[in-house]
């Protein structure tokens, strides 16, 4: 992960160098770079492993395209970097430049003032995902956007800097009993964290409405907070199938029979064939004329 | 930065990060290796630029030395990971 950081970093910076080549040469500044990153890149895919280049080209080539076209400050250029992000997390099946692309269109929404839209979007979008999981449970793209996105909404919203509103608060509230039922229920890992998520952004939201000094909800929160990891650790203390909380230590009994299945399955002397002996049964197939 | 010091610091850095990418090898932490190469990369680029004053060959050496290192960190990454 911190390899393919460090590799995405530095690649990102060649390709910051190249476009200043390029405008250093008189070269079209956002062609050259475009073709040249999509070249590398495909020939980095087709070559071997994924490293990190790889997506840094792909996506650096495509934000410099974007940076050298003609522009006047209009918050539609949002969606041409989130069309640049599906694009490359396409190509590269990249979770994350997936994630991105949707956190651009929930501030697309924002950028246009539909502040409001944008979070209910973001939860929307968020819920989507976390039962899209219940089909495809391990995939990493709908996992980070059922995470992602509710923040992402909630910061479109909060950006008016407006008091709090119940609407908003039941909202995300209900977001949250969505998520945690989905994750229990299917036993996936993601929309529990979502649900984590949304009730944190509730509990924020819901602060203007407790008539306390900041002080008191601090304490209160995290009174609150460890009274529940208390709960949820004493429930599921014993617990050894579905949802545990320490790792499965498989028994020592069970251990040696696994043991003693695999040296006895270890063939020690050659096999001999099989001696055939026709005419010893009549089978015909599947039970259908079975005569022994 | 000090005119009379930037040397000394650039081959101070050179040498730790050579020891960096020694002791990465010797102990396979690829880690150590990639902080070596990335360091080496920044204190030789520093000293580069603080004696070219061309804009073009500024830009040009930047470029070059980065994809080296990229280069040399795919080449490390995949003798870790064959």
């Avoid at chain 1, 409001?116 to 968020?126: D, H, P, Q, S």
Wanted: proline content about 4%; aromatic content about 8%.
């Amino acid at each position: 992960m911190i390899a393919d950081i460090i590799f995405f970093v530095l690649t990102w910076f060649a390709v910051l160098a190249l476009v200043a080549l390029c405008r250093l040469l008189g070269l079209p500044q956002g062609w050259t770079p475009l073709i040249l990153c999509l070249v590398t890149a495909e020939i980095l895919l087709r070559r071997g492993r994924k490293t990190g280049v790889e997506a840094a080209l792909w996506i650096g080539g495509l934000i410099a395209f974007i940076f050298s076209l003609p522009h006047n400050g209009r918050p539609e250029a949002i969606l041409v970097f989130a069309a640049a992000f599906v694009l490359a997390g396409w190509r590269l099946r990249n979770s994350l430049f997936g994630t991105v692309a949707v956190v651009l269109g929930i501030a697309y929404l924002a950028q246009k003032h539909w502040r409001f839209e944008a979070m209910l979007m973001g939860v929307v979008i968020g819920i989507i995902a976390a039962l899209v999981m219940t089909a495809v449970k391990r995939d990493s793209l709908f996992a980070l956007v059922a995470i992602v996105s509710p923040i992402a909404g909630y910061v479109a919203y909060h950006s008016l800097r407006e008091p709090s509103r119940a609407g908003v608060v039941i909202l995300f509230a209900a977001a949250a009993a969505i998520d945690l039922a989905i994750g229990v229920y299917c036993r996936i890992r993601a929309p529990l964290i979502a649900g984590a998520v949304c009730v944190a952004i509730a509990a924020i939201e819901v602060q203007d409405f407790i008539a306390l000094p900041l002080e008191a909800r601090l304490i209160l929160a995290g009174a609150l907070m460890l009274a529940t990891a208390a709960a949820i650790m004493r429930a599921l203390r014993h617990r050894t199938t579905g949802i545990v909380v320490t790792p499965s230590k498989p028994h020592e009994l069970q251990q040696i029979v696994q043991l003693a299945v695999t040296l006895q399955s270890t063939p020690t002397q050659p096999a001999e064939p099989a001696s055939l002996e026709p005419g010893g049964g009549g089978f015909g197939g599947a039970g259908a004329s079975g005569q022994y | 930065m000090n005119r009379h010091t930037v040397g000394a610091g650039a081959a101070i850095a050179i040498v730790l990060a050579a020891a960096a990418i020694f002791y990465g090898f010797r102990a396979r932490r690829e880690l150590f290796v990639f902080y070596g190469y990335v360091y080496g990369l920044i204190a030789i680029d520093a000293l580069m630029l603080w004696n070219v004053h061309d804009e073009l060959a500024i830009v040009l050496l930047l470029l070059v030395s980065t994809i080296a290192v990229i280069v040399a960190m795919v080449i490390t990454h995949r003798r870790f990971h064959p």
